[in-house]
């Protein structure tokens, strides 16, 4: 098979030729967003050049062509995650679909019901499931995370079989630590109590590619922006029973069957969760971005991920005074560190004075930061597009930074 050839896409993504600062860019802050190549700009621009109408409504040409990709790229999506079509709904991001799920299941949950989480989860998939428990009077739970923040299957197969919830949701990877959740013995443990299982793959949508109906969750939200695509794009993939029975989130045009002055009946899914107009452009963006994703080999992509992040981790794990917190065996490519007792930000803000774009803080994980008795890291995430240079430059980079600290 042929190698994975990195000149080549490096020279597919703008952003990432430039100097920052006096210095070449180096962007390892791919966990907050990724870069997107040339022909996901390119099918933007297209779209609002000549292609411009808004979908499901006009009968005329650029409607209909407008219309068409629209529910190509659903399709794509569909296919790049091994599930129907029908079973793939439309929002603006992984955040969204998160609050989609959690007000459409609440009909279902009652107070004697338990919702589980975990300590590791985004904001994002917290904060709706803490909603919707005080909405019901529902328990909110967490799974058990070990000191080090891994998961002790084991042990948490226990939890989950003890507390026969009524949900659980859990992120595929997360997103301060990178660490990959080994997702198949908790989700078979679910299933066998009758709970199911919501999972965000925010951060594994990309690095991971899974196969869903192979997996098995009952539910999977993911962003766009963090997969190649466009921002203020997104889905939810939903098993189709559950996802048609599920309340709908918001509601207005396109959803409706019949409307009369007093009352109104919905289409199925996944229609009925997809009111007003939606992104169509961005949705024809992600469209290509997975185009280009999808022709790449996910086991050369995975085993190039693998060499960079080895490589940081050990280049990094060198320098005295760090301490990481990322799994590093298990990992889509982020390192989550800090130096001494040095805040976050003053190391981030000196990284970017040498062309270095990490991010740094909590990450939306404030629960994981307690965890970890600390206030924030620094985290540099890492994708196909960063090269031997970029982990060369951000640990020179980082040296000279901490110079400058001590
Ligand atoms: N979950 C995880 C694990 C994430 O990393 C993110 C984005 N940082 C989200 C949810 C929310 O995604 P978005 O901001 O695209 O809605």
């Not at 992600?286 to 050369?300: G, R, T």
Request: aromatic letters at 8%.
């Amino acid at each position: 098979s042929q190698e994975f050839d990195i000149t080549k896409i490096r020279n597919d993504f703008p952003t990432l030729n430039q100097t920052l600062n006096g210095n070449p860019l180096v962007y390892l802050d791919s966990g907050a967003t990724s870069q997107k190549p040339q022909s996901v700009i390119d099918a933007t621009t297209r779209f609002y050049n000549l292609g411009n109408a808004n979908v499901h409504r006009g009968r005329h040409t650029l409607s209909e062509r407008a219309t068409e990709q629209y529910e190509a790229a659903r399709l794509k999506i569909a296919d790049y995650f091994n599930v129907k079509a029908n079973e793939i709904v439309w929002t603006k991001g992984a955040t969204e679909a998160l609050n989609l799920l959690a007000h459409g299941l609440q009909s279902q949950i009652t107070h004697e019901d338990t919702v589980l989480i975990t300590p590791l989860e985004h904001h994002a998939n917290i904060v709706p499931w803490q909603v919707l428990t005080q909405n019901t009077g529902a328990t909110l739970s967490a799974l058990p995370l070990e000191q080090n923040a891994t998961f002790n299957i084991a042990r948490c197969i226990g939890f989950i079989t003890h507390t026969k919830a009524k949900v659980l949701c859990i992120s595929q990877a997360s997103n301060t630590l990178g660490n990959i959740t080994n997702l198949a013995p908790l989700i078979a443990a679910a299933k066998a109590v009758g709970t199911l299982v919501v999972v965000d793959g925010a951060q594994g949508a990309m690095h991971l590619r899974p196969n869903l109906k192979q997996l098995g969750c009952d539910f999977y939200v993911f962003s766009a922006h963090k997969m190649l695509g466009p921002t203020g794009v997104g889905g939810l993939y939903g098993r189709y029973e559950l996802l048609n029975a599920l309340t709908p989130y918001q509601t207005g045009g396109e959803m409706i069957d019949t409307v009369t002055l007093e009352k109104s009946t919905y289409r199925d899914a996944p229609a009925k969760f997809e009111t007003g107009t939606p992104n169509i452009a961005g949705v024809i963006g992600f469209s290509a971005a997975i185009d280009y994703l999808s022709a790449l080999n996910i086991q050369q992509l995975q085993r190039y991920e693998r060499t960079i992040f080895n490589y940081a981790a050990t280049q990094l794990s060198k320098i005295d005074g760090v301490t990481i917190y990322s799994d590093l065996n298990n990992n889509i490519g982020t390192l989550s560190f800090n130096y001494k007792a040095e805040h976050p930000y003053d190391l981030a803000t000196l990284l970017d004075g040498f062309g270095v774009a990490v991010r740094s803080g909590h990450h939306c994980t404030q629960p994981l930061m307690h965890h970890l008795g600390v206030k924030g890291t620094v985290r540099a995430s890492f994708a196909f597009y960063n090269t031997h240079q970029d982990v060369d430059n951000f640990i020179h980079a980082l040296k000279e930074s901490i110079d400058l600290l001590d």
